[in-house]
């Protein structure tokens, strides 16, 4: 199975500053057809996760533009251009370009 | 609007039955595959299973195979995990996702697996 890092484990944040989450695979998701299936998902205190990015960097629909993802191969980032309140919580990465899917351990953000 | 709305968790014994179903509004659901993921109090997210539009293929994570069966009713847009044998590890909440991609979750039903 692809085995999924993410760094920080904890993010410590300041409002109205950027903010960069990475996620790393064990090998590459560049699938048979080249494509990268790679997303990122937003879970606030309490409530349910939420998918932000797809296939690397595509926003889902109603997310801010505050939030993009790139990046090729095995490394990945997800960066926040600047960080408000309602962007505490954790955020996962998930690849889906090998099976099984397997989600990465999670960025903690809080803020300072 | 997609809405998933879960049902069926609660508190079980080891070794017991639970079936999960989640209702599903807003999309059509025949066309689409459909996955279970869970997760355990504190720690991160693990699928469980899924299953395509048709229910053609399934999959199942490996501490899952041969204790949980995913299936889905199109008529009755609505799908299900029937988990049996529970063991305490199985003590989750249990998320309706919409795709094999995650693009939507319910708000998940809690199981508790304890004596």
């Known amino acids: 199975d692809v085995v999924m890092t993410q760094s920080p484990l904890s993010l410590p944040a300041t409002l109205g500053q950027p903010a960069s989450l990475s996620c790393r695979s064990s090998?590459?998701?560049?699938?048979?057809?080249?494509?990268?299936?790679l997303n990122w998902f937003q879970q606030r205190p309490g409530q349910a996760p939420r998918r932000l990015i797809y296939?690397?960097?595509k926003r889902d629909s109603g997310v801010s533009d505050r939030f993009s993802g790139s990046g090729s191969g095995t490394d990945f980032t997800l960066k926040i251009s600047r960080v408000e309140a309602e962007d505490v919580g954790v955020y996962y990465c998930?690849?889906?370009?090998?099976?099984?899917?397997?989600f990465g351990p999670g960025t903690t953000v809080d803020l300072k | 609007e997609v809405q998933l709305l879960e049902s069926g968790g609660g508190l079980v014994q080891p070794g017991g039955s639970l079936r999960l179903s989640c209702a599903a509004s807003g999309f059509t659901f025949d066309n689409i595959g459909m996955a279970w993921v869970r997760q355990a109090p504190g720690k991160g997210l693990e699928w469980v299973a899924v299953i395509t539009a048709n229910s053609d293929i399934t999959h199942y994570v490996d501490s899952a195979e041969g204790r949980f069966t995913i299936s889905r009713d199109n008529f009755k847009n609505t799908l299900y995990l029937q988990m049996n044998t529970l063991r305490p590890d199985d003590t989750a909440r249990y998320y309706c996702v919409k795709s094999w991609w995650l693009d939507n979750w319910g708000q998940g039903t809690l199981v508790t697996v304890s004596s």
């Open positions: 998930l690849q889906v370009s090998h099976w099984p899917m397997t």
């Open positions: 090998e590459s998701l560049v699938d048979s057809d080249g494509n990268i299936y």
């Open positions: 296939q690397v960097s």
